[in-house]
């Protein structure tokens, strides 16, 4: 698919042609008395290539585009939503009924600013290429291992998004991502193994590499290993530790703080007696917000405030919470640039993209090479820790290590610990970083952990 065959759009930001005028929405909400409105709107186009068995299996299309009207009466909030054509009257009165059902608030729009229209970014991929990446990774993956059956999706995705509102805001521009996802099953037996991996960049897609990392886990995985019972070094590769880092994150939500749920945060409603200057991460982590890094780089939030470059922790220190408009007023700190939807039909909400974690010098053969006995982690079977930071977790992909040499899969192992202890006794950060969702992380070794396994093979 060229980049003529996408879906015709207007000279205005992108967005299609069909799709309600946000200037006819925000006219008619302040003919019915609205103090002030925006309407944000986002549209998306894919062409998933899907691989089962080791042939290609499908092409789809998957088109949507919704509008999303926000708007105040009598300082009451209302928020109404429509996918696809709709009556822009029938939305306007939807915003105004549902505003009467809540309470007063501050209005919270953005004013116009000085850089409202923006490079697209990413360019679109024809089919045929993806087809070919599959091909080739699979491919790949076969000439090491002839058994194993391989499933993949190869997809390239443009979404446009525009943020228009009543103060004067008009921002806008379109995105182009392209995915994989790459998975081999091995059965042997009764002994069955499923590895798997992903990728997700602009303009170009690596098909090897991604192919040889899952090659690499089958290799290690020939022989299983027992393992031992205690606390021992862990090895988080990059693509586990993201279990880690989502923790972090609730940890770092301005709202969080404010509700006193976050460990990090002071007394309920405040900052006061909040950690902010304190160590709360070993010292060797650094973890800070890129907003021009990797294939998530977006130029504003939901809100229409410009993204920024920020550092939350710095040598383990704590600097920022990060913030929507509304969070950041309460809590006194103002918008970090951070007012994310949820969904289409969501009220903008503090989240995190573009979170990178300071990589270190070694690779993951140097990591492994350096434990003299441990446990590493590649694939967990269970959700994550949450913001408590305990967690207990099978193991549903992970090798065991002896003199820094992997001995084999593990099987029947569980993990136990507690992730903001475990972050103050990292023992080396890998220089391996790739993006797992907008989160860019090394592989990590920490100390401490339980390990529970069997002692036989």
């Given at each position: 698919m060229g980049a003529a065959e996408w879906p015709e759009v207007s000279a205005t930001n992108g967005i299609a042609t069909g799709a309600i005028e946000p200037e006819q929405l925000l006219d008619l909400a302040q003919r019915a008395g609205a103090e002030a409105a925006e309407v944000y709107q986002s549209q998306s186009l894919s062409r998933p290539?899907?691989?089962?068995?080791?042939?290609?299996?499908?092409?789809?299309?998957?088109?949507?585009?919704?509008?999303?009207?926000?708007?105040?009466?009598?300082?009451?909030?209302?928020?109404?939503?429509?996918?696809?054509?709709?009556d822009a009257q029938a939305l306007v009165e939807r915003a105004i009924a549902l505003s009467a059902l809540n309470d007063p608030e501050d209005i919270e729009l953005a004013d116009s600013a000085a850089a409202d229209h923006y490079p697209d970014l990413g360019q679109a991929i024809a089919v045929e290429q993806l087809i070919e990446w599959g091909k080739s990774a699979i491919t790949h993956i076969r000439d090491h291992h002839p058994d194993v059956l391989c499933s993949a999706e190869w997809e390239a995705d443009v979404e446009t998004t525009r943020l228009v509102n009543s103060r004067g805001l008009d921002c806008g521009y379109s995105d182009t991502t392209l995915g994989c996802y790459l998975s081999a099953e091995w059965v042997r037996g009764d002994d069955f193994l499923y590895v798997a991996d992903g990728q997700t960049q602009r303009d170009q897609l690596d098909p090897i590499a991604i192919a040889q990392q899952v090659v690499q886990r089958l290799d290690w995985s020939r022989q299983n290993a027992a393992?031992?019972?205690?606390?021992?070094?862990v090895l988080f590769t990059a693509k586990a530790a993201d279990m880690l880092w989502g923790t972090?994150?609730?940890?770092?939500?301005?709202?969080?703080?404010?509700?006193?749920?976050?460990?990090?945060?002071g007394q309920t409603g405040k900052l006061e007696g909040s950690r902010l200057g304190d160590r709360v991460l070993d010292g060797g982590v650094t973890l800070s917000q890129q907003p021009e890094a990797g294939p998530y780089s977006c130029p504003f939030d939901?809100?229409?405030?410009?993204t920024r470059a920020i550092d939350f922790v710095k040598d383990g220190?704590?600097?920022?919470?990060y913030a929507d408009r509304k969070t950041g007023r309460r809590l006194g700190i103002g918008t970090t640039g951070n007012g994310f939807r949820p969904g289409l039909g969501s009220y903008p909400a503090p989240g995190l993209f573009n979170m990178v974690i300071t990589p270190g010098q070694d690779s993951l053969e140097q990591l492994i090479a350096n434990l003299p006995s441990g446990l590493i982690i590649d694939q967990m079977l269970g959700g994550g820790a949450g913001i408590s930071g305990d967690?207990?977790?099978?193991i549903d992909l992970g090798f065991w290590v002896e003199q820094g040499q992997i001995v084999g899969r593990v099987k029947d192992t569980m993990v136990a610990g507690n992730v903001y202890a475990a972050l103050k006794q990292v023992v080396a950060l890998g220089g391996d970083a790739e993006w797992n969702g907008s989160c860019y992380t090394p592989s990590i070794v920490v100390d401490g952990l339980s390990i529970t396994g069997r002692s036989g093979d």
């Open positions: 290539v899907s691989f089962e068995a080791n042939r290609l299996k499908q092409i789809e299309s998957a088109q949507a585009a919704g509008t999303a009207l926000r708007l105040w009466k009598n300082g009451r909030p209302g928020l109404a939503v429509a996918y696809g054509p709709v393992t031992l019972t205690g606390r021992l070094p972090v994150q609730a940890a770092l939500n301005g709202k969080q703080a404010l509700e006193g749920a976050s460990p990090w945060g939901d809100e229409g405030t410009a220190v704590l600097q920022s919470f967690f207990s977790v099978n």
